[in-house]
């Protein structure tokens, strides 16, 4: 019986080593979860830090390019105005040149008309002439 007191002995003293170990190693792990602790919150700080420089900036950009923006639609709706106006002054024109056009063409309607009542005279004139001359009346 003496043997297995013996087991029994040397089976406590390495489950003993071995809680020692265990307890040193989570002293170690300890330690290193409380660095790893003050290295997180200092890149929060850090974070925090960047995140406003970086809003600032953004808010500079967004104002500077809001502006832009506003002064090149200004631009924009002038030159849209500009084109508009050369549309309307186009389509004056173009109503003056129609309405020029209505003139001539009844103009030259009218005298046509005129060459044919000149054609007609100069046509009865004749034929009269040569009743005349050949004695039809």
Do not use: C
Request: proline content about 1%.
């Amino acid at each position: 019986m003496a043997m297995p007191a013996l087991r029994l002995e040397t089976e406590t003293v390495t489950v003993e080593n071995s809680v020692v170990k265990l307890e040193s190693d989570v002293g170690h792990i300890r330690s290193d979860v409380s660095d790893l602790k003050t290295d997180v919150r200092s890149l929060n700080n850090k974070v925090d830090e960047v995140d406003k420089r970086l809003s600032g900036k953004i808010d500079e950009v967004d104002k500077r390019l809001s502006g832009k923006i506003d002064s090149l639609k200004e631009a924009v709706d002038k030159g849209f105005a500009s084109v508009d106006l050369r549309f309307a002054d186009v389509a004056l024109r173009f109503a003056e040149q129609q309405s020029s056009f209505n003139r001539r063409f009844d103009e030259l309607m009218r005298s046509r008309l005129y060459d044919r009542i000149w054609m007609l005279m100069i046509a009865a004139a004749l034929l009269g002439v040569m009743a005349k001359g050949f004695k039809w009346f």
